[in-house]
């Protein structure tokens, strides 16, 4: 069966310092890999994913970046966490393939920046 | 703008009874569509997917699909405490190698002993 992990759980940053978060899936191969960041109280926002080794798509403009270095391990960063940064951040990973394309997501990663 | 659209609630329901979650969506694209469970502080599950036109059930679940009205439900019956939780409706589009799934905000759902 496939999991995916979430690293850390939880995180408190300053403003300015710099953010790596990091996500790993188990089971699969060649998976889709997507970074979502929920606001408090909203919905969820997709902001990269990536179909393979170092191809990664942007959604949103803005301070944070992604990066797939090996086919299971999605990383996002940032040099400098602003205040707006703060949020929920969900990975998940689909087969990429098939109907429906069905996303199954990771614990998360509760972030407040300071 | 592609949108997916969810009462945000809270809705309200005696336990034992029907509680029935709506949704819209805006892109006629959309091809499949989703409900997960959230609870407080966690992540997302997936609860069914629905890709065609009417009805599909998984145990106390059902999703219901309406093209035309570009309109998606789910319906839980013998509601169970257990049950109160966010509920997202999300709407997919497939591209080249990848599909993307734009949430609703979710509506919160709480069963009342």
């Known amino acids: 069966s496939q999991t995916i992990h979430q690293w850390p759980a939880t995180l408190v940053q300053p403003v300015g310092s710099p953010l790596s978060l990091e996500c790993t899936v188990e089971?699969?191969?060649?998976?889709?890999l997507y970074w979502y960041r929920q606001a408090a109280g909203r919905g969820l926002q997709l902001l990269f994913y990536?179909?393979?080794?170092g191809q990664i798509s942007s959604e949103v403009p803005q301070n944070l970046s992604a990066s797939r270095p090996q086919d299971r391990q999605f990383i996002l960063s940032s040099k400098k966490l602003l205040l707006s940064d703060s949020g929920f951040y969900l990975c998940?990973?689909?087969w990429g393939q098939g109907m429906p394309d069905t996303q199954y997501f990771g614990p998360g990663t509760r972030l407040t920046v300071l | 703008q592609k949108e997916v659209e969810q009462n945000s609630g809270p809705l309200s329901v005696p336990e034992g009874a029907i509680a029935s979650l709506n949704c819209t969506y805006s892109?006629?694209?959309?091809?499949?569509f989703f409900w997960y469970r959230q609870y407080s502080g966690k992540s997302p599950e997936l609860i069914m997917f629905?890709?065609?036109?009417g009805d599909k059930e998984d145990g106390r679940f059902t999703a219901q699909l309406n093209k035309a009205s570009q309109y998606v439900s789910l319906l839980i019956r013998d509601s169970q405490p257990s049950d109160s939780a966010t509920y997202l409706c999300?709407?997919?589009?497939?591209?080249?190698?990848?599909?993307?799934?734009?949430f609703g905000s979710g509506t919160r759902l709480s069963i009342r002993p």
């Open positions: 089971g699969t191969s060649n998976p889709n």
């Open positions: 998940a990973w689909s």
């Open positions: 629905i890709y065609s036109n």
């Open positions: 990536s179909v393979g080794i």
């Open positions: 999300a709407g997919s589009l497939r591209y080249s190698s990848a599909s993307k799934i734009i």
């Open positions: 892109d006629r694209g959309s091809q499949s």
